[in-house]
């Protein structure tokens, strides 16, 4: 049935008592697509606790899809059944405004899984789901006003001269819309993907990392291709447009292509991982993503460098993990001559033992390094296995208690000539 005269035949069925029926199943549906949202949300959630923040993240936001499509189910099956025995203008004008609301919450969901990052919500991306919501709202008051054929019909008639082709406004509209759908469900799809994979404990960190990568350029490779199809391209233009990117790698990109090339090697080779700490010339801090590109660090201060990923595989990398993840600290002190060696020895390795972060396993150990000008002197070294918190309160703790030593008494450091000569009264 056209919607034409819709809203006028819904005035005139306003005084059948028939129409409460379709009132009451309005409201039944909206009354049991929320209860059964909210039961199925919880159940998801509760699910989800097991899989970690990033699962609760995607079923919270997934949640809030559910009540509108729910609604809207319920509309369109109390529709089919009551059209064979009154007429259902209040559920035609109801279906659509419930089925616009399951389409903005389900593109709003897709498009905070794909481009907000830690539930942050960036005010290019607010503005952009306005301007959204704004243009399906009128898309539905000129459907519900009979006015969408009309539009339709213009924008069919309406052609552009594009070289030989001549395509309508109509198709231009359906290739962009098609495109972006597509788009859209691809990075999700990859979003999705990634997700999963980076709670798999199972594999490799890195080997997550490149798996997740692949994915996502997959499916957006292959959406693009479903993409230039549906709108009616010839996909052999793109061997023209592959020949000159080629020439463009060739030339213009190596660096680039280089980076590229580095990092799914990394990843792929697993010789860095997540949290590792290594220093490459003069940078040092501990690695907290590595993308296809470029690895970034995070020095102690907070600072974050971005090292090209070719800086990783051609220059000299020390990884103060690697296979062994104990890292050695040490610091050095001078005793008097008349000192017993012994005991002092023993009583500085008693120094190190119980200061947080240290590890009995390697244990601290005391070194003889050389006979100074001014006593014997002594290394002290120990071992943590979280150097990517940092070593100055480790080595300042152990220090602490070498200096309540000296204090007491219980250690003499050998101190120059000049400095041991009391002076005169």
């Given amino acids: 049935m056209p919607l034409t005269d819709l809203l006028q035949e819904l005035l005139e069925d306003i005084s059948n ?60 099956l109390a529709e089919t059944l009551l059209e064979k025995h009154q007429n259902v203008n209040l559920l035609r004008v109801a279906l659509p405004v419930f089925g616009s609301m399951a389409l903005i919450r389900i593109v709003f969901y897709l498009l905070r899984r794909v481009f907000a990052r830690h539930g942050q919500i960036g005010p290019a991306l607010q503005t952009f789901e306005k301007i959204l919501a704004l243009i399906v709202w009128v898309g539905v008051a000129l459907y519900l006003t009979g006015m969408w054929p009309d539009i339709i019909a213009f924008l069919e008639n309406k052609e552009l001269r594009i070289g030989k082709a001549r395509p309508s406004l109509l198709d231009i509209l359906q290739g962009l819309v098609s495109v972006v759908v597509l788009m859209m469900l691809a ?6 993907l990634e997700d999963r994979l980076m709670g798999l404990d199972r594999l490799h960190s890195s080997l997550r990392v490149v798996l997740a990568r692949m994915s996502r350029a997959i499916f957006i490779v292959v959406s693009l291709l479903v993409s230039l199809r549906l709108v009616g391209l010839d996909l052999t233009v793109l061997s023209v447009f592959g020949g000159a990117l080629g020439v463009g790698l060739g030339l213009g990109m190596q660096r680039i292509a280089s980076n590229y090339v580095s990092g799914f090697i990394i990843l792929l080779e697993r010789s860095l991982s997540i949290g590792d700490p290594i220093t490459v010339d003069k940078y040092s801090g501990r690695v907290t993503r590595i993308n296809t590109r470029y690895t970034t660090l995070q ?31 040490s610091t050095r002190l001078t005793v008097a001559y008349d000192s017993n060696l012994d005991e002092v020895m023993a009583l500085l390795v008693r120094q190190a033992d119980g200061v947080e972060r240290v590890v009995e396993d390697p244990a601290p150990a005391v070194q003889l390094n050389a006979f100074g000008p001014t006593g014997y002197e002594l290394e002290l070294g120990f071992f943590i296995v979280d150097a990517e918190k940092g070593s100055g309160g480790v080595i300042s703790a152990v220090n602490q208690n070498i200096y309540a030593l000296v204090h007491s008494g219980a250690i003499r450091l050998g101190l120059p000539t000049q400095m041991l000569q009391m002076p005169s009264a």
């Fill in 187 to 192: 990075l999700w799809a990859g979003a999705a």
């Fill in 299 to 329: 020095a102690l201060d907070g600072t974050q460098t971005l090292l090209p990923n070719e800086m990783l595989i051609t220059g000299v990398v020390l990884n103060q993990f690697g296979t062994n993840r104990a890292v050695r600290l």
């Fill in 17 to 76: 008592p028939r129409i409460l029926w379709q009132a009451l199943a309005i409201l039944g549906a909206v009354v049991l697509g929320l209860l059964l949202a909210r039961f199925i949300r919880r159940s998801w959630l509760h699910e989800s606790e097991e899989h970690g923040s990033i699962r609760r993240i995607g079923v919270e936001g997934f949640g809030r899809v559910l009540a509108p499509l729910l609604i809207t189910g319920g509309v369109w």
